[in-house]
């Protein structure tokens, strides 16, 4: 049977694998995306003569484009694959207060409303109004730039396929986007979904833990590893603000929110006897 340590790594290489399939995927995304748009935009002239029809065809184009990322057939597997990838956190969690605190009645109800309300959530920022807009708006700027008669129908077909799929100097447009929408939903619902359970479980000590990386902030750095309590943790939301603090957070939210936009670290319920372990060897440590 896995210990609660492992369990942990179990969960965070899981979040990994599913955050890493989403950004892999997204090269053959752009590729098919681009496609798509340019096939949009053929008719849109280009003539300075049609430049007041052209930008009233183009108000109505919006939806149309916007409605390519939604249709992309490789990018909705992979959203279906994020959805996915809760339920097996869920489990896995489930799995992990159990190990770490102990046996407990799950309120099946009330879980799944966690599950579902996330999973909405994620779905409206990557397949309905958050990145329709975000696509949408971006792209019809481009155009719009470009039925002034300032150059060529291929001209314009090379800046929208640079603008979706990127160049070897700059990203796609939409990348940061999808990837820090996807690794936010992904850390965020784990964390609401162990908060929920230790909530109910009436928790007081939490174990600071996750992934450090070469960007990681001074939030995080100096918490990683260590042990806290719920109203130490709580008073974490009346620091000044941190770079990367996410709107919202507050005494409750903390607990979900942790350090912020892409955040790699979780707040791990854990028994009485572990944080004061811990604690005990803190203090033999300053001897």
């Known amino acids: 049977m896995a210990t609660p340590t492992e369990l942990i790594k179990q969960i965070q290489e899981l979040q990994l694998a599913i955050e890493s399939r989403m950004d892999d995927a997204l090269p053959k995304v752009f590729s098919k995306l681009s496609d798509q748009v340019i096939d949009h935009a053929t008719n849109l002239s280009l003539d300075?003569?049609?430049?007041?029809?052209?930008l009233k065809e183009l108000i109505k184009l919006k939806?149309?484009?916007?409605?390519?990322?939604v249709a992309n057939a490789p990018y909705q597997i992979q959203v279906a694959e994020v959805i996915k990838g809760?339920?097996?956190?869920?489990?896995?969690?489930?799995?992990?207060?159990?190990?770490?605190?102990?046996?407990?009645?799950?309120?099946k109800a009330l879980y799944k409303a966690i599950l579902e309300t996330n999973i909405a959530t994620t779905k409206d920022a990557l397949l309905g109004a958050g990145i329709r807009e975000n696509f949408g708006?971006?792209?019809?700027?481009?155009?719009?730039?470009?039925?002034?008669?300032?150059?060529?129908r291929s001209e314009l077909n090379k800046t929208l396929r640079r603008f979706i799929e990127g160049t070897e100097q700059e990203a796609p447009f939409?990348?940061?986007y999808i990837k820090?929408?996807?690794?936010?939903?992904?850390?965020?619902?784990?964390?609401?979904?162990?908060?929920?359970?230790?909530?109910?479980?009436?928790?007081?000590?939490y174990l600071y833990a996750g992934t450090l990386i070469a960007d990681s902030r001074p939030f995080c750095v100096s918490r990683a590893g260590r042990y806290f309590t719920t109203d130490e943790v709580k008073a974490w939301a009346n620091l000044?603000?941190?770079?990367?603090?996410?709107?919202?957070t507050n005494s409750s939210t903390i607990f979900i929110y942790r350090g912020g936009y892409n955040c790699r670290h979780q707040l791990w319920p854990v028994a009485k006897e572990q944080y004061e372990q811990a604690q005990d060897r803190g203090r033999a440590g300053l001897k």
């Open 63 to 69: 939806k149309d484009i916007a409605d390519t990322i």
């Open 48 to 54: 300075p003569k049609d430049r007041a029809k052209s």
């Open 180 to 205: 820090q929408t996807t690794n936010d939903a992904v850390m965020t619902f784990n964390a609401d979904y162990i908060q929920t359970i230790a909530a109910d479980l009436d928790v007081e000590y």
């Open 86 to 107: 809760f339920e097996m956190l869920a489990e896995l969690s489930n799995e992990y207060i159990t190990l770490a605190i102990g046996d407990f009645s799950e309120k």
């Open 137 to 152: 708006t971006a792209i019809q700027e481009v155009l719009k730039d470009n039925i002034a008669g300032i150059g060529t």
């Open 174 to 176: 939409l990348n940061r």
């Open 240 to 248: 000044k603000g941190w770079n990367g603090r996410m709107a919202g």
